[in-house]
């Protein structure tokens, strides 16, 4: 037990499982006494458990996006949409756009209903952004990045230079104006662009031949003759193929279930992502990775996931059990009640900032 | 001088075999699905209430991508590809932000479109997934619109590889004319795909599912007009005047490079 309140940094996937939880919740009800509890426990588990790094920063910007949302909704609604409901809020003209837009009309009076119903829609979608961003603000992208699949291991490769090449460029910057100050041309303003950012693209074109031959030099690319042979390599290429496949055949028949037989919808599509995974996993395995500091999965991490999935799991027995509870009543308008399983799931969720280690307080690199 | 530059075409840095290329094309089909599913779904489908579309589609479309870039890169890429994915992706990322929001101003891509070009078509396709997933990293940017920019740009790289043999003038007309028709219809894609949760289902512009095909781009041809237009003609106006103001020497700059580099 004391191992486990020892200052760590969680799983990054597991706050990712935790966060996906609760968006499936708020995805699944309009209710505002729900939808303002989930973004409670969102909000309380960031602020418990966030670090100071400047991904964790980035979740006011997901808050502003979430109101932004929320205020786009309603000004569609005054603009274009369809007005409904008993108690007038504000008279306004209805403005009938000439033909070539039929059945479009402007304005027209806006009641109470309606304009609750369209800020409860935005309100529905906004927080399932801010529960997205949650996950970013508490996982670090770069640990992320080595939970990887191994079947994509040199195109992460690429993304981990990439995330960490980003920085360096400013340094590269640095490097070029003060070579050019040396020499003696201190000119600003647009003329000097081209004559700074050419040679940094070069500079950074240069580097990447330098540390490929580092990559070759240390093992990397140096990849052994597949051990699986052809029936293998056609095991892989076949259940991959095939399952890209089915699920673009599998995505045809859950958009369109009147033209197609019942089993092509979510069925085939279920199959071909299964498939993929397996050709994915099968070609994971030839390729040779070795971890350095591996992240571990302990007791926290499992919790941290449960607790997300209690909260989605909880809305889905609401939205079978009682399916008038987890919408907002607006046809008459009254006050909303509250979804019992939906309500406990969300306040299990919340679990994760009492019970996982907390987060050290020093800024990683 | 400049003839050297021109004449010389340096091999492929990803090769794409025929595997491959199925899957980039089914991914292809699967994308255009993905991205006009508002015109597509029928009244009784599960996506037609709304709440399940971003879940679904944001579940497949990550694998859809992640076995595509898998079949790329099944039977190894050359190190020096992968180090020229990272740092190029690495120079998108940070000039992505000083153009985002502003009047449709997008700095990503010309360099996508100009590394398709020298480095070829499946390159353009792995760096436009990694461009886009790299700098969502770094500005903490992940959400359920990431997969559809990675799919769009990925396929932006792409095309910009299966371009024409041209040299000189007429090629970097033609890369500029393409980098304004694939921003104008990287913008109008993503549009539609968002078009329902921008909007809500009960406004006169709306999403009807399963209403005729003609009503639904009647009514989404209002809502891109009106609101998103001005975005996506900035966006297809700067592609083209950044490729022909950048183009001939980043164009050599890469060239050099891909030289140097010489893929196997």
Redesign the interface.
């Given at each position: 037990m004391t191992a486990g309140r020892l200052p760590r940094s969680l799983h990054p996937l597991a706050w990712w499982g935790w966060a996906i939880g609760l968006?499936?919740a708020a995805?699944?009800t309009t209710n505002p006494l729900l939808l303002a509890l989930i973004l409670a426990v969102v909000w309380l588990v960031v602020v418990a458990r966030r670090s100071d790094s400047?991904?964790a920063r980035?979740?006011r910007?997901y808050v502003i996006l979430g109101i932004v949302i929320v205020v786009?909704?309603i000004f569609?609604?005054v603009?274009?949409?369809?007005k409904?409901g008993t108690i007038k809020v504000l008279p306004l003209p209805e403005v009938a756009l000439p033909s070539w837009?039929?059945?479009?009309?402007l304005f027209g009076t806006i009641y109470l209903e309606?304009w609750i119903?369209?800020a409860l829609?935005?309100a529905?979608?906004g927080i399932?952004?801010i529960a997205?961003?949650g996950?970013?603000?508490l996982a670090n992208?770069?640990r992320?990045?080595r939970s990887m699949?191994h079947?994509?291991h040199?195109?992460g490769?690429?993304?981990?230079?990439?995330?960490s090449?980003?920085p360096?460029?400013a340094e590269s910057v640095q490097r070029v104006l003060r070579a050019r100050l040396l020499r003696g041309q201190s000119g600003r303003g647009l003329r000097a662009v081209?004559q700074v950012?050419?040679p940094v693209?070069?500079d950074?074109?240069?580097?990447?031949?330098m540390?490929?031959s580092a990559?070759?030099s240390r093992g990397?690319?140096s990849?052994r003759e597949?051990s699986s042979g052809a029936a293998g390599r056609l095991a892989?290429?076949g259940s991959?193929?095939i399952?890209?496949?089915a699920?673009?055949f599998g995505?045809?028949g859950?958009?369109?279930?009147?033209?197609t037989p019942g089993w092509s919808?979510?069925p085939v599509?279920v199959l071909g992502?299964l498939l993929?995974?397996g050709?994915?996993a099968l070609?994971g395995r030839e390729i040779r990775v070795t971890r350095y500091r591996r992240d571990p999965w302990r007791w926290a991490e499992t919790v941290t996931v449960l607790a997300g999935v209690a909260a989605a799991t909880g809305a889905v027995l609401s939205q079978q059990a009682t399916p008038a509870l987890m919408v907002m009543p607006l046809q008459p308008l009254a006050a909303p009640g509250l979804p019992i399983l939906a309500t406990v799931g969300v306040l299990v969720a919340a679990l994760p900032a009492f019970v996982t280690p907390p987060t050290p307080k020093v800024r990683a690199r | 001088m400049t003839a050297v530059t021109e004449t010389v075409r340096t091999p492929p840095a990803i090769r794409l075999r025929p595997r491959s290329t199925v899957a980039i094309a089914v991914a292809a089909v699967a994308a255009l699905l993905a991205f006009c599913w508002p015109l597509l779904v029928s009244a009784d489908s599960v996506l037609a209430t709304n709440t399940a579309a971003p879940l679904i589609l944001g579940l497949v479309l990550p694998v859809v991508l992640a076995v595509v870039l898998f079949e790329i890169s099944e039977g190894g890429l050359d190190p020096k590809a992968v180090a020229m994915l990272g740092v190029l992706s690495a120079v998108g990322a940070a000039i992505r932000p000083l153009g985002a929001g502003t009047a449709g101003l997008e700095t990503v891509f010309f360099l996508l479109v100009l590394a398709g070009r020298v480095f070829g078509a499946g390159f353009g396709f792995v760096l436009g997934a990694t461009t886009l997933f790299g700098s969502a990293l770094i500005t903490g940017g992940v959400g359920p619109w990431l997969p559809y920019q990675m799919l769009g740009a990925s396929l932006v790289g792409l095309l910009a590889g299966l371009l024409p043999r041209a040299t000189g003038r007429v090629e970097l007309l033609m890369l500029a004319a393409y980098g304004a028709f694939a921003g104008l219809l990287y913008g109008v894609l993503q549009n539609l795909s968002f078009w329902p949760y921008n909007l809500g289902e009960d406004t006169s512009i709306s999403f009807v599912p399963g209403a005729p095909l003609l009503e639904n781009l009647q009514h989404f041809a209002v809502f891109t007009v009106t609101t998103a237009l001005g975005w996506d003609l900035g966006r297809a106006l700067t592609n083209a005047v950044l490729i022909l103001v950048t183009g001939p020497a980043i164009l050599a700059t890469l060239r050099r490079a891909a030289r140097k580099a010489a893929f196997r």
């Amino acid at each position: 037990m004391t191992a486990g309140r020892l200052p760590r940094s969680l799983h990054p996937l597991a706050w990712w499982g935790w966060a996906i939880g609760l968006a499936v919740a708020a995805s699944l009800t309009t209710n505002p006494l729900l939808l303002a509890l989930i973004l409670a426990v969102v909000w309380l588990v960031v602020v418990a458990r966030r670090s100071d790094s400047p991904w964790a920063r980035a979740f006011r910007l997901y808050v502003i996006l979430g109101i932004v949302i929320v205020v786009v909704r309603i000004f569609w609604h005054v603009l274009v949409g369809l007005k409904f409901g008993t108690i007038k809020v504000l008279p306004l003209p209805e403005v009938a756009l000439p033909s070539w837009a039929d059945g479009i009309n402007l304005f027209g009076t806006i009641y109470l209903e309606g304009w609750i119903g369209a800020a409860l829609q935005g309100a529905k979608l906004g927080i399932l952004v801010i529960a997205i961003g949650g996950a970013n603000a508490l996982a670090n992208p770069k640990r992320l990045l080595r939970s990887m699949p191994h079947a994509l291991h040199e195109v992460g490769t690429a993304v981990v230079v990439s995330v960490s090449v980003a920085p360096q460029l400013a340094e590269s910057v640095q490097r070029v104006l003060r070579a050019r100050l040396l020499r003696g041309q201190s000119g600003r303003g647009l003329r000097a662009v081209p004559q700074v950012a050419l040679p940094v693209l070069q500079d950074t074109l240069d580097r990447s031949l330098m540390l490929a031959s580092a990559m070759e030099s240390r093992g990397y690319g140096s990849r052994r003759e597949a051990s699986s042979g052809a029936a293998g390599r056609l095991a892989i290429g076949g259940s991959t193929l095939i399952g890209l496949l089915a699920i673009a055949f599998g995505m045809y028949g859950v958009l369109d279930p009147t033209r197609t037989p019942g089993w092509s919808g979510v069925p085939v599509l279920v199959l071909g992502m299964l498939l993929a995974f397996g050709g994915m996993a099968l070609g994971g395995r030839e390729i040779r990775v070795t971890r350095y500091r591996r992240d571990p999965w302990r007791w926290a991490e499992t919790v941290t996931v449960l607790a997300g999935v209690a909260a989605a799991t909880g809305a889905v027995l609401s939205q079978q059990a009682t399916p008038a509870l987890m919408v907002m009543p607006l046809q008459p308008l009254a006050a909303p009640g509250l979804p019992i399983l939906a309500t406990v799931g969300v306040l299990v969720a919340a679990l994760p900032a009492f019970v996982t280690p907390p987060t050290p307080k020093v800024r990683a690199r | 001088m400049t003839a050297v530059t021109e004449t010389v075409r340096t091999p492929p840095a990803i090769r794409l075999r025929p595997r491959s290329t199925v899957a980039i094309a089914v991914a292809a089909v699967a994308a255009l699905l993905a991205f006009c599913w508002p015109l597509l779904v029928s009244a009784d489908s599960v996506l037609a209430t709304n709440t399940a579309a971003p879940l679904i589609l944001g579940l497949v479309l990550p694998v859809v991508l992640a076995v595509v870039l898998f079949e790329i890169s099944e039977g190894g890429l050359d190190p020096k590809a992968v180090a020229m994915l990272g740092v190029l992706s690495a120079v998108g990322a940070a000039i992505r932000p000083l153009g985002a929001g502003t009047a449709g101003l997008e700095t990503v891509f010309f360099l996508l479109v100009l590394a398709g070009r020298v480095f070829g078509a499946g390159f353009g396709f792995v760096l436009g997934a990694t461009t886009l997933f790299g700098s969502a990293l770094i500005t903490g940017g992940v959400g359920p619109w990431l997969p559809y920019q990675m799919l769009g740009a990925s396929l932006v790289g792409l095309l910009a590889g299966l371009l024409p043999r041209a040299t000189g003038r007429v090629e970097l007309l033609m890369l500029a004319a393409y980098g304004a028709f694939a921003g104008l219809l990287y913008g109008v894609l993503q549009n539609l795909s968002f078009w329902p949760y921008n909007l809500g289902e009960d406004t006169s512009i709306s999403f009807v599912p399963g209403a005729p095909l003609l009503e639904n781009l009647q009514h989404f041809a209002v809502f891109t007009v009106t609101t998103a237009l001005g975005w996506d003609l900035g966006r297809a106006l700067t592609n083209a005047v950044l490729i022909l103001v950048t183009g001939p020497a980043i164009l050599a700059t890469l060239r050099r490079a891909a030289r140097k580099a010489a893929f196997r």
